[in-house]
């Protein structure tokens, strides 16, 4: 279970959920209350059969996102370029902030993992740093 955020742009969010076992459980985000911003994409990874894959490797330079893994497990990686971070996703009421400028990786996925994702933005290619090295100089001359 997380408990702190070391790196940068990033927080914990805390779903509400109504535990009905062994009925189900349901889980809510909305827009401007748990989920600090207005959800203009959803998308969600599953089928991840093969447990070596690694996703992500990228940054964003200003899209804000919510990570959820809501059935199974992952690893996400977390790198502001100072401070790294592994968490270990299990949770499905509880979301990491994926902010700007943080490097992210997702590795270790149990074969019935599916992940959740929120998005403050569409789908733009430029908003993405897919080079490390490049994001090392990007926050470099970005950094207030
Ligand atoms: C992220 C992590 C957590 C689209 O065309 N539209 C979309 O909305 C998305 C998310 C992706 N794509 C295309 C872009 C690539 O050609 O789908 C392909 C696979 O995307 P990518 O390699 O970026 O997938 P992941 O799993 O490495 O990263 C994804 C998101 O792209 C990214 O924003 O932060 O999940």
Known sequence: MIKKI???NSGIIKLQHFDDYPDGAL???ESNKNVPFNIKRVYYINNL???KAIRGKHAHKK???IIFCIN???VLGLDDGEIK???VMNNPSIGIILGGLLWHTMTNFSK???ILVLAD???KENDYIRDYSEFLKYIKNHSK
Request: charged share 20%; hydrophobic share 30%.
């Open 6 to 8: 070391k790196v940068k």
């Open 27 to 29: 889980i809510i985000g």
């Open 49 to 51: 059969h093969n447990p």
């Open 63 to 65: 899209l804000k996102q």
């Open 72 to 74: 199974g497990s992952f």
């Open 85 to 87: 971070q592994r968490i």
């Open 112 to 114: 019935d993992c599916a």
């Open 121 to 123: 933005n569409y789908y």
